[in-house]
Every structure is written in C-alpha cells, then in structure tokens.
C-alpha cells in the first residue's frame, strides 16, 4: 500500500513570513532572440528579483563588488555579499533576491555555440568544478576580487568595442577569470532552501521537462495544473495559492505562458511549418493553435515569425 504524504497547512501571509525574504518573485525566461553573449554592468543594469527556469541555455557568470543578496541554485541557497562570485550552469533552476539598497559587479551569459572555433574554452566550460549547484559560489580574496572585475571591465569594453579580434580578447579574459576563481578555491557555505521555495522550485523543474521537443515526431503532453500538484504529493489550491502568492501568476498562467513561449521559440528556431507546430505543441488542429497564440499575443504565428526573422 502508497504511503501518504503528511502536507503541512499554513495560511498564506504565515508562508510568506517565514519562507521569504521579498514578497514576488519575477519568472524570467531568457528573450528568444538574444545574442550568444552578453555582458553588463550593474551599474546601468541594476539586478531584480527574480527566480529563472532551467531552460536558458547560458552559463550565467557575476561577480558581487558591493551590496548582498541571497542566490539560489538549484535546492542550494547562498547568501551572497562583495567579493565573491558565483557560476550557474545552464540546466540550473536559479533565483535571486536583493538584500541591500545596491548591488555592484558585473555579469555575463553564455552561450555554448558562442565558443565555436575554441573547443579548448568550451571544454573548460563543461568541466569547471564551480558550475555545481552545490559548489557554485567562491569568495575572492581582495586583490582577485579587485583584478576579476578589472577583466569584467576589459570585456565589456572588448564587447562594446570594433575590434576585429575582439572575440579573441574576451575569450582570454573569460578564462583569467575562471581560472583566478579556481585558484582562490574557496567556496561559501550553502544551505538548503525552505520547503516553500522547493515546491514552486520543482513546479517550475516539472513543467520544463514537458517542454524536451527535439524532432517533429515530439508531442508534448501538457499537464494540468491538477496533475503538477498531484506530482509534487500538495492540493491543487494550496500550489495555486502558493505559486500566485510568491510569483504573481497562477499555475495555469504559467502553464499557458511556457507553452507560448515553447511555440515563438520553435517558430523562431526552427523551419517547420505552422501544422507542425501546433502538433508538436499538442494542439488538435492549426486553427486552434493559431487562435491561442493570437489571444496570448495579439498577433498570429505566421506574422510573428515573419517580423521575427531578419
């Protein structure tokens, strides 16, 4: 016989005091037409709070010069402050919460087919130690945090810049950068998120996974909010209520929004045709699919597609 899963029962404003620090978090998927890489500074790019799905497709490199806030990776929580910086893998579910009036530093998102003609720097990538959840913060003596964010500075000055060899540039700077974090090797403790974070962590960790289309032949079988409950061992209205509480939206709403975006990311990347898509995406017939999409965007696929592509 099953055993049952004891849930425990909170009213949503006791949830949120205990389990949260700030009260939405924004669910960011990463822009479809985003270039390969893409650094900033903190300065003109201030840093929100967000949680981001596992699906970016970019290891995600920032370094903290000044202010504090709480990272987390994966099911590993860190309390992050200057001086330290922090290695997310592409498959990782992460979220970020500012704890201070200012954060300082700089980041960076990259792509893997961004190291195409430098397999070198793409194996150093995938073989990093720090792009574990568990592993995934160092804190910097001084005078390696001071020279890390000098590189920082340096590419995006390169990146900026007209330089032919400009990539060449930012190439060695990206790996000064790794290998000075490998050799202060020392990681910050971590601690395991609240139970609240881990629900709306492994809701968010499901619906990914019905999003895996690598050929035509894949339909997704979308669930309902019902069955991700049921997976996750919680009534249906408890997540809901949870979910819209700490991010805005509702299960539905994020179920809806992931499927659109899985539909403008195949019309985007992809040349299959509008059929195709639609049954991919589950959708009984184009009319259907085309119907949703036009509700959700105010514009068809086809004129998506057209005004997307150059």
Known sequence: MATSTKISRHSLVEFAEQNFDSPIFSVNQYPLDSKLFVVENRDNHPIEDYISPGRRDF????????????????????????????????????????TSEETGGYFCLIHPDYFEGYPHVAKLFRTYPFFL????????PNNVSVSINTNFSSILLEERGKNKDKKDAIIIHLQMILLEAKRAGKNISNAPVSESYSYIHNFLSLLETNFQIHHKNTVVRLKTASEFAEELHLHPNYLNNLVKAQTGKTLSNHIQERLI??????????????????YSLGYSNQAAFTSSFKRMERITPSSFRKNMLP
């Open 133 to 140: 959840e568990d592993n995934a913060v160092i804190k910097l």
């Open 261 to 278: 975006y899985e539909a403008k990311a195949l019309l985007i990347k992809t040349n299959w045709d509008i059929s195709t898509i639609s």
């Open 59 to 98: 290891h995600k490199v920032f370094h903290i010069s000044s202010g504090t806030g709480t990272l987390t990776v994966g099911l590993h929580k860190y309390e992050m402050k200057s001086n330290q910086i922090a290695f997310v893998h592409p498959d990782e579910i992460m979220s970020w919460q500012t």
